[in-house]
């Protein structure tokens, strides 16, 4: 199972949409997130914390998370929200590389929806102050009257193979040996298969054909709110020229690397087991 993914909570849709139901949840038995800001706060056993309503701030805006097993779910939302680079922070990559992978998807969906909503205070349409609705699932204008919605961001991250070799990228400011799969936004206006096949020729002019690329696996990433979109692309040509304003290297890699460098002991250092970068190459090496 991806990092992130199998979050065990019901999503309650019913609930989100009906006010009178999701006050009555918030009593007593509802569960409180423990956040500090958009970091996890973990009890003894070095699982997610919760607490109750009543320790949320008086003037806290509360997302409505899900039930598990009956009990409503809450986290409120933080002061301020993250814009800072998702590995700049190496305290929460410790504390989320101990958690299991049912408190990882929960903390995951928690922290995008709460950054989300700390960032989005007023309306990108007239400038108003916005107000929490459905649970928090959707923030309204109190002056134009304009719903906003919390946004999730396609993004392709892609093995480009050619000849039994797998091209493989090393980002600006990464660690000298790290490299990992290229990867970018999906533009407006096109496929997933036209936006892998574009960025793969914008940083690193290697063609790709659209038609050649096909979808492997999904991933929520709350850095702040992607959905990563893993595909396996054939490439036309292997002749590299490097974006250099995005990568500081770009290579192409054989199995028998990409395998040694997954196990430790290879030319490059694989990404984290949490990305779905890692599990994109576990598939393509064992393949």
């Not at 916005?130 to 892609?158: E, L, N």
């Not at 797998?166 to 660690?175: N, V």
């Amino acid at each position: 199972m991806l990092a992130f993914t199998g979050s065990p909570l019901d999503r309650a849709d019913d609930v989100r949409a009906d006010p009178a139901a999701l006050a009555g949840l918030m009593n007593w038995k509802a569960r409180l997130l423990a956040l500090d800001g958009l970091m996890p706060a973990l009890d003894d056993d070095g699982a997610l914390g919760w607490t109750t309503l009543a320790d949320a701030p008086e003037d806290a805006e509360l997302v409505f998370l899900g039930l598990d097993r009956g009990h409503a779910c809450f986290a409120a939302v933080p002061t301020r929200g993250d814009a800072a680079p998702r590995m700049a922070n190496p305290q929460l990559w410790g504390l989320m590389a101990n958690l299991s992978a049912a408190d990882l998807a929960l903390y995951g969906g928690a922290r995008s929806i709460v950054d989300w909503h700390a960032r989005h205070r007023f309306c990108a349409q007239c400038g108003g102050p916005t107000r929490i609705a459905k649970g928090g699932w959707q923030r309204a204008c109190q002056s134009c009257g304009a719903d906003h919605f919390p946004r999730t961001d396609p993004v392709t991250i892609m093995l480009v193979e050619h000849d039994g070799r797998l091209l493989l990228g090393r980002g600006k400011g990464w660690g000298e040996g790290r490299f990992s799969a290229l990867a970018g936004f999906v533009e407006p206006g096109e496929s997933l298969e036209e936006g892998v096949a574009r960025e793969v020729l914008e940083e690193s002019g290697i063609v790709v054909l659209p038609e050649r690329v096909r979808y492997v696996a999904s991933q929520p990433w709350p850095f702040p709110s992607q959905l990563m979109i893993g595909c396996h692309a054939y490439a036309e040509t292997d002749d590299i020229t490097r974006d250099e304003t995005e990568l500081d290297e770009v290579r192409w890699f054989s199995r028998d690397e990409v395998g040694a460098s997954l196990a430790g002991d290879g030319p490059f250092i694989a990404p984290p087991q949490q990305a779905i970068a890692h599990h994109l190459l576990t598939w393509w090496s064992e393949a």
